[in-house]
C-alpha cells in the first residue's frame, strides 16, 4: 500500500507547475499552458470537422433517397398527383423518346390529368374494376400516342423553321369564345375549361401550340396531299361539278360528303364559317382544315338565318402519319414506362 501512495503523490507532484518561474523553467511552463489550451481548442476543430462531413454525408443520401422515390412513383408506380406533375414541370424529365426528341412527362400527365379529371367528374369511371384497368389502359396509350406525335412534330418544325405565334393562340382561343348564345367572357371561358378538363388558361394555351404546330408541319411535309388539293381545285371550278365523281376520279383517299344542316358557330375545322362567306352554289378554294386532317373544299347548298348546309371535297393527309408510324415499326420510339400497347397503334 504504501508503494501506491508513493507512486500516486509522484505523480501529482510531477503534474504540478513549479512554484516559481525562473529562466531555466519559463520554457516549460509556457508548454504547460499551451497544452492546457489545446485540449479545449482542437475538440471543438475535431467536432465541427466532423459535424460538416455528416451534414454533406446526410443530404447526399437524402438526395438520393428523394430521387429514387421519385424515380418509383413516376416510372414504376406511374403517380399522376399534382405533386408529382408539378416536379415534371420544373424539371423535364422524359417519359420517351421519338428518333432522339425528348417527349416530357409533364406533357404526358397535363393531357392524362385531363382526361383523369373529365371521367371522374362524369362519373364514369370506377377503380379497382378490370374493365376500368383497361379503359384506364386505353386512355393512357392513347394520351402518349398524342404526346409523342406532337414531340415529333417539334422536331420537324425545329428543322424546317415552322413556328407558332403569341397571336395564332389567342385567334383560335377567341373563336373558342363564341357561342351559340353570344360572345363569352375570357374569365368563363377559362373557369369552364378548368371545370370541364381539368386545364388552366396556361395548360389550355400550351396544348393550343402544340396541336397548331403538329398541324403546320402535317401540311407542310405532305406534298402528295397539296399536289391532290392542286388537281381538285381545277375540278371543281365548273359550277356543275360531281363531288362523288371527283373523288372517284382523283382517288387517293379522297372523299366526297354533304354536312347536312349545322349551325353557323358549328367547331368543324373552319369548313362551316368558309361556307358562310359563299353564295349558294359557289365552291370555296381549298381550306386548310384547322383540325389538322386535310384540304377540304366546300360548296354551300343552303343557308338561313342560323344554319346552313354545304358539300365538301377532302383530301386527307397521310405523309406525317406514315413517317411517325415509321419510327415505332423501326423501334425508333422509346418509352421509359410500361403501358400495355393498343391491338393498333397506327397514327391515322
Known sequence: MKKIFKKKRTAQQQDQS?????NETVAEHRERILAGGRKFKYPVQYARHRLVINAIIIAFVAIILLIAIGWQQLYVAQNTGTFFYRVTRVIPLPVATVDGETVRYSDYLMRLRSQEHWLSTKGQIEQGKKDNERQINYIKRSVINGAESDAYAAKLARQKSITVSDKEVDEVVKRSLQTANG??????YD???LETLGYDRDEYRLLIQQSLLRQKVAYAIDSVAS???DTVAKLVTDPNADFEAIAKQV???VQAG?????RKTNQDGGLTQAA?????GQTSSAIKSTTGDGYYFVKLIESNTNELSYRFIKVPLT???SAFNALRKDDKIKEYITIPALQSQVIK
Open 18 to 22: 513549479p512554484l516559481r518561474i525562473t
Open 183 to 188: 360572345t363569352i367572357s375570357q374569365e368563363l
Open 191 to 193: 373557369a369552364s375549361t
Open 227 to 229: 399536289q391532290t388539293a
Open 251 to 253: 382517288g387517293g383517299g
Open 258 to 262: 354533304t354536312s347536312g344542316l349545322v
Open 276 to 280: 358562310m362567306k359563299l353564295t349558294v
Open 319 to 321: 405523309t406525317f402519319a
